[in-house]
Every structure is written in structure tokens, then in C-alpha cells.
């Protein structure tokens, strides 16, 4: 047995953990909030995060400007902002969207380069300390070191890595999802699954990852019934939170695999949601994969208790709802785009040839 394992964050689980730990956000003397539009206000998140910092006397601006799959020209605004502001570190409160925005924009106001540069090399200075305030259970970004940026001159998304992304306080409060719409609650926890399941599958897998990706599902197993039939309980928000931090931690230590590599398209040319295009693409990529992981697959199927493909296909059907009709050519572009994407790379099935493309075609449809 051999592998590394490491997650330098300081996570923080469990309901009013920002308003206990203020002594956790004396990071500097001026912060820079990074925020979506709506969520940080409506999840209650700001505001406990506001009362702290003015209890600790420590200065802030806010950067509410973060829009969804964010992109390149967007971080940038957030960093001309901060280094205007001459923050020296940063609160990010929001889903993927804008944890991911504020770990490009902490690593822009130290690295004076163009933005595209963070998604083809390692940023030499170290980035600003960044305290990450999850409000939706899905990506685990307030625990991996990636940064999923939309990258408009290459028409896709692309990961940003770098080891100074981790935050170094998380604070996961399931309290904060409440105000999740049930669709986005739902689409979230699809892409908390995809996590676990492509990080189990990985080929880059380990022992101590499995236990936390077997962990992960088994919490999320528990949350299937109640999510597909929209019975959102405390409970469940609170499993579901758990879920999608192990899931971020597996991530970190397996990266994602097929699923991830060609749900991009689907939000980049279609418009689906991160979580939704997952969920379009999870019963096929079972398939796909099950001869050569068959052990690995079965003991999913177990786990989620699902007792024939048929029952994964009807589970899923939800996320297939309008799904997309996509036409021959655009079939061969989106496997052309997922097949640049590293994450192909660590699939358990080595990836050939026209195997994305006819995966596509096969959910999607299109005239030959
Ligand atoms: P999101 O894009 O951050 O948010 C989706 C929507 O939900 C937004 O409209 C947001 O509003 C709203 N919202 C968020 N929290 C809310 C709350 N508590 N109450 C009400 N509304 C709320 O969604 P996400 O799925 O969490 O993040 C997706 C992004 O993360 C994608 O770009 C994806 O590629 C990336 N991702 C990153 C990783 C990683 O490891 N870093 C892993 C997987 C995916 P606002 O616009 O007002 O914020
Ligand atoms: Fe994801």
C-alpha cells in the first residue's frame, strides 16, 4: 500500500460554527467578502459573517458580483477590486461558484498576471488566506484546492489548481442551505454524488479515500429517497452537507474522472446547471465503466441500494427531464472539448477513439 493523503484546511461542521469560532477570521486587517448575488444574504451567511468581523474591529468590503460557472473576466473585476481595496485577506460565502471565484481572485491580487494564465501554469507568490462559508452541499469546494473557471476563449471550463486554493478555515453550517430552491438543493447533492463515486472509481484511488468515499455515499444514500421526493428534512440538509465535504475531500486526492470531463459541455454550449449535467451523465458512466470495475460498482449499487441498472436509470430519469437533443456534429464537439479535459485520464475504463462521442450520442440522441 502506498498514497498520500492531506487536507490542510481547518473545517469547521456543524450549526452557528461561524458565530463561535469569530477568533477564526483574524486573518488581516481589511477583508475582501466575495459573494454572489443573492445567496450569501438569503442563506443568513453574511450577516453572521459581518457581526464577526465587526465584533473582532476588522474592516471589509464587499465584492457581490460572482456569477454562476464564473469566468475569467469576472475574477479579474473581483482582484483589480481587492488590490484597489488593499485587502490582505479573504471571505468567500456562496456555492462552488463563488468559493471558486474568490480562491482565483486571492491568487490574482498576489500573482500580477493574466487570468488565463492561472488555468495553464502554477502561480509562483502564494495566495491571500482565504476562510470559505459553503451555502449549498454539492461541489466540496470549500475543502479541494481546484477552482473550476469558465474559460471563454477555449469554450469550456477549466480547473485552476493550486495548493494555496485550500482555504484555511471552512465553515460547512447545513442551516445555511435552507433557503435552497428544491431544484438546486437537488442538483447540488448530484454533483456531491458524482464526487464520490468518481473518486472511488478513480484509478488514482486509495484505501483511506475509498473509507471516506464509502462514508460519503452511505450518508448520501440516506438522503435518496427524501431527495427525489422533495422531502427536505434538517436531517437530510444536514447528511447531505456532511456528504459533500467527503466528497470534496476525495476529490482532492483522485481529481474527478469522466463525468465531470463531459458535464462541462452540457453547462458551457447547453446551460445546464454543474450538478444537473453530472446527473444527466451518471447511470450511462456506470455502464460504461462496468467491466472493468465491476467489484467497485456493485458495492455502489449496494450502498445506494439500488438493486437493478434499471433502478439507477429510473432514479436518475429526474435529471434527464428537457434534457438536451444534440445534433451529430454537436456530439463530436463536445467529445473533442471533454476528451482535453484531464480528467479522462483517471477514468477506471481507459477512454478510446469515439467512446465519448457515442456516450453522448447514446444519452442525446442525434441524426448520424
Ligand atoms: P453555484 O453556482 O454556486 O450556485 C447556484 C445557484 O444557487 C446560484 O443562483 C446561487 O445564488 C444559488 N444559491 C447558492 N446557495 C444558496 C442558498 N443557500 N440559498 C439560496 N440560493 C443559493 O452552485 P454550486 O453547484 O454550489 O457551484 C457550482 C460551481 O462549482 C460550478 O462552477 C462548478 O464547476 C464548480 N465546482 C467546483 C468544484 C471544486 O472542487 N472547486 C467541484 C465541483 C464543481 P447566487 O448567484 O446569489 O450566489
Ligand atoms: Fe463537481
Not at 77 to 83: E, L
Not at 168 to 185: E, G, M, N, Q, W
Request: hydrophobic share 40%.
Amino acid at each position: 500500500m502506498k498514497f498520500k493523503f492531506n487536507i490542510p484546511v481547518n473545517l469547521i461542521f456543524g450549526r452557528n460554527g461561524v458565530r463561535e469560532n469569530a477568533d477564526k477570521f483574524q486573518l488581516g486587517k481589511k477583508a475582501l467578502i466575495v459573494t454572489g448575488k443573492n445567496s450569501a444574504q438569503l442563506s443568513g451567511a453574511l450577516l453572521d459573517v459581518e457581526e464577526v468581523l465587526v465584533g473582532n474591529g476588522t474592516e471589509y468590503v464587499l465584492f457581490d458580483k460572482i456569477k454562476n460557472n464564473p469566468d475569467l473576466d469576472n475574477v479579474a473585476k473581483g482582484s483589480d477590486f481587492g488590490r484597489e481595496n488593499e485587502v490582505d485577506f479573504i471571505i468567500a460565502i456562496g456555492g462552488g461558484s463563488p468559493l471558486d471565484a474568490a480562491k482565483a481572485i486571492s491568487a490574482l491580487c498576489t500573482n500580477r498576471v493574466e487570468p488565463i494564465r492561472l488555468v495553464k501554469e502554477i502561480m509562483k507568490n502564494k495566495s491571500l488566506p482565504i476562510v470559505a462559508v459553503t451555502t449549498t452541499s454539492g461541489t466540496g469546494s470549500e475543502v479541494t484546492p481546484y477552482s473550476i473557471l469558465t474559460v471563454p476563449s477555449m469554450k469550456t471550463k477549466k480547473n485552476f489548481y493550486s495548493p494555496y486554493n485550500f482555504p484555511v478555515v471552512a465553515f460547512a453550517d447545513p442551516k445555511y442551505t435552507d433557503s435552497l430552491p428544491y431544484r438546486i438543493t437537488l442538483d447540488t447533492a448530484f454533483d456531491a454524488f458524482s464526487h464520490l463515486l468518481e473518486s472511488y472509481l478513480s484509478i488514482r484511488s486509495n484505501p483511506l479515500n475509498d473509507a471516506i468515499a464509502i462514508e460519503g455515499m452511505k450518508m448520501w444514500a440516506e438522503c435518496k429517497d427524501g431527495l427525489i421526493n422533495n422531502k427536505i428534512t434538517p436531517d437530510i440538509r444536514e447528511k447531505l452537507m456532511y456528504a459533500s465535504c467527503l466528497g470534496g475531500i476525495a476529490i482532492t486526492h483522485t481529481g474527478t474522472t469522466l463525468i465531470h470531463a463531459m458535464g462541462y459541455a452540457l453547462t458551457y454550449f447547453k446551460n445546464y446547471s454543474h450538478g444537473r449535467a453530472n446527473a444527466m451523465l451518471i447511470s450511462e458512466y456506470l455502464k460504461f465503466n462496468y467491466n472493468k470495475a465491476s467489484g467497485k460498482i456493485n458495492r455502489v449499487m449496494e450502498l445506494m441500494g439500488f438493486k437493478s441498472q434499471e433502478e439507477v436509470d429510473e432514479y436518475f430519469s429526474c435529471g434527464l427531464e428537457d434534457k438536451p437533443e444534440l445534433t451529430d456534429n454537436e456530439c463530436r464537439l463536445f467529445a473533442e472539448s471533454a476528451m482535453e479535459q484531464g480528467s479522462v485520464k483517471l477514468n477506471p475504463r481507459e477512454v478510446k477513439g469515439d467512446d465519448i462521442y457515442n456516450f453522448y450520442h447514446k444519452i442525446f440522441g442525434g441524426v448520424r
